[in-house]
């Protein structure tokens, strides 16, 4: 199952003890009922936060995977300036594999697009899914 099929499950069993309770006639639940009544919600929510543990490593490794990707370019950009003697405002992959300063084109894990926002003097190189790196 994925994140939103084990989300919904979750959500599911959450209705479905809380309908269960209301349709009793007494008021107190006895230990084993409480358990017997709860126990597929908890089993729901132990597999909802394990998947959500996942996810954000997921998201985690590919903000770090990006991150290294614009570090990457940031060196190549720094290797661009440093070899035409212009400083790079602009990023422009072409032009830095024409340098020989990449070999491969940087990708975001997560298809995020690469970018240099000049401003100001400095050049801040961003990502469009995960943020900035400031040089």
Known sequence: MNFKEKYDRYQAEYLKMVRRINERDQKLLTASEAADITSALQAAKAEYEDVLRKY??????????CFSEMKDMIRAVLYYDKKTGAKMTRLNLRKLKAAG????????PKD????????????????????????
């Open 56 to 65: 954000e490593k997921d998201e985690m490794n590919a903000r770090l995977k």
């Open 112 to 135: 995020g697009r690469y970018s240099i926002i000049y401003k100001d003097g400095s050049r801040i190189f961003n990502c469009s899914v995960h943020g900035v790196l400031r040089y």
């Open 101 to 108: 300063a990449i070999v491969k084109t940087p990708t975001c």
